[in-house]
């Protein structure tokens, strides 16, 4: 039993300890660490993944298998159990996504997640996501933190790589793929997100801000849709937010573009006729191009008449459409017409319409179509 004065000299001598660590702490100066600290990060789509970790070097020491024991590390703190690696060094790394992924086809929501891992002697690696991310390295990892495990490899890589570190590979438009590089091996994994559906709703909550008070705000999130062929039925609602907003020639022609898109040509043949006293010459020329692709021969014809009645005093573009409208309907001899037509307006210096007008002058000649 310990008497009253004894225990508080006990105490007073405590605080006195911890007051002079701490002085001593706030006066020492800041100095390189071993293992310096680094940040990578990747965009894909609008999400973000980034991961925080130090650098330790190899420095002539046996890596795997030593550096970073086979199994479980035994713990040297206190009375811990075994610890996985801390995937790094210093504190946790860190592996933050600001958007729901998929690891190695598993689902993990958005957040900050402390990475560890666990090599095996066999080069399984099981690599664990860990809810406790600001503890110092794996000394604080529990197992019941954990929001992710993932098998991967320990794979032979063919360079040294002195410094360990992180690297994002095979970048495609929804997926990268996370390797670690130390010594003369690699571990990797697969991130994969959702995309349209990240960006279709990132899109809805933007439109309810200021992009949403101006036609183009929802245009383009329409035209994310259409470019991307996903939520036809949002994007047609998009667009008619857009003309309620302001009828222009773009949202006329988008919507026209949907409704054909969605097997409704009939309808979208309305908008494409308000488009057109809307349009500038290349706009007009562009969308006769476009009914082309869409095998609407007879109304592409009719877009590329009014472009030519309305700007006779642009001869090469509104030729050039002439051209196209009437070979894509078979009729290479008025096409050829007004391929020459336009050759004969073609400035000296522009070398690139004299030769795609030449290439299309000798396939009307042999009855083949320019477009």
């Excluded at 706030?26 to 650098?55: D, E, F, M, N």
């Excluded at 057109?276 to 609407?296: A, C, M, N, S, V």
Aim: glycine fraction near 6%; aromatic fraction near 10%; include cysteine.
């Amino acid at each position: 039993m310990i008497h009253l004065p004894s225990l508080k000299i006990l105490l007073t001598g405590i605080l006195f300890s911890l007051q002079i660590n701490a002085f001593a702490q706030a006066h020492r100066v800041k100095r390189p660490r071993r293992s310096p600290a680094a940040q990578v990060s990747q965009t894909i789509g609008l999400s973000t993944i980034t991961i925080r970790y130090s650098r330790p070097a190899a420095r002539k020491r046996k890596v795997w298998g030593n550096v970073v024991p086979f199994g479980m590390q035994k713990s040297n703190f206190g009375e811990r159990g075994p610890m996985p690696w801390r995937a790094g060094a210093n504190e946790n790394t860190v592996f933050a996504i600001s958007d729901d992924v998929a690891i190695n086809g598993k689902k993990l929501s958005a957040g900050s997640y402390g990475l560890h891992m666990i090599v095996q002697a066999n080069n399984q690696v099981t690599v664990i996501f860990s809810k406790n991310y600001t503890s110092w390295g794996s000394f604080f990892y529990n197992a019941q933190d954990d929001a992710l495990r993932i098998q991967s490899k320990l794979e032979d890589y063919p360079v040294h790589v002195e410094r360990l570190k992180y690297e994002f590979e095979n970048i495609s438009n929804n997926s990268t793929t996370v390797s670690l590089y130390w010594g003369k091996k690699k571990i990797s994994f697969t991130v994969s997100l959702d995309v349209h559906k990240i960006v279709l709703a990132s899109m809805k909550d933007e439109l309810k801000n200021y992009p949403g008070f101006f036609w183009e705000g929802p245009l383009s999130a329409a035209q994310y849709c259409v470019d991307n062929k996903v939520a036809l039925d949002q994007a047609l609602e998009w667009v008619n937010q857009s003309i309620k907003i302001k009828s222009t020639f773009a949202n006329n022609r988008e919507k026209a573009s949907i409704l054909i898109r969605q097997g409704k040509s009939d309808q979208a043949m309305a908008y494409v006729d308000k488009a057109l006293p809307l349009g500038t010459i290349f706009q007009l020329h562009g969308l006769g191009r476009e009914l082309i692709r869409f095998k609407l021969l007879k109304k592409a014809m009719e877009v590329f008449s009014y472009n030519y009645k309305k700007h006779k005093d642009t001869p090469v573009t509104i030729n050039f459409g002439m051209m196209r409208g009437h070979s894509a309907l078979g009729q290479y001899k008025k096409a050829l017409k007004y391929a020459k037509a336009a050759l004969e307006h073609v400035p000296p210096h522009d070398k690139s319409n004299q030769r795609q007008l030449a290439e299309a002058i000798k396939k009307l000649k042999n009855n083949q179509d320019v477009n």
